[in-house]
C-alpha cells in the first residue's frame, strides 16, 4: 500500500468520516482557508489512481468514496513507523512512547487490559 501524503491524507480523513462526497462537500469541512476547488479535485483523483478511493457518478459530478479502510491503513502506517524508526521491534516503539509521553505505569497497565480483553 503507498504512503500517502499530508494533503491526501487529510482527505482521506474527511472521506473516512463522512463516507461519501463530493469535491464541494470536503471543501465545506476543510478548515479556512479553504483550498480552491481545482487543488481539492486533484488531490481526489490522485487518491483515486493510488487504490484509496472510488465515485460514482451522480448527475454531472462525482462521489467519491474510500475503499481502503481507515483501520487498514493505520495498521500499515504503525507498523511502517516501527519497522522504520524501530527497527520492527513494538517493544523499542512503546518504550520510545513511554519515555517522551511521561506514561505512567497505571496506564501502561491499562493498556495491557485492554489487550488481554481482545486476545480472548
Not at 462521489?63 to 504503525?78: D, G, H, M, R, V
Amino acid at each position: 500500500m503507498k504512503q500517502l501524503t499530508k494533503a491526501e491524507e487529510e482527505i482521506m480523513q474527511l472521506l473516512w468520516d463522512l463516507e461519501e462526497a463530493n469535491v464541494a462537500a470536503l471543501i465545506a469541512e476543510m478548515p479556512e482557508p479553504k483550498p480552491a476547488y481545482n487543488t481539492v479535485s486533484t488531490i481526489v483523483r490522485i487518491l483515486e489512481n493510488k487504490g484509496f478511493v472510488d465515485h460514482r457518478q451522480q448527475g454531472k459530478g462525482y462521489i467519491y468514496f474510500p475503499i481502503i479502510a481507515k483501520e487498514t491503513y493505520s495498521n500499515q502506517s504503525i507498523n511502517q513507523l516501527m519497522n522504520n524508526y524501530f527497527n520492527g521491534s513494538f517493544k523499542s516503539m512503546v518504550s520510545f512512547f513511554m519515555k517522551k509521553n511521561d506514561l505512567k505505569t497505571s496506564d501502561l497497565e491499562s493498556i495491557l487490559k485492554e489487550i488481554n480483553k481482545e486476545e480472548k
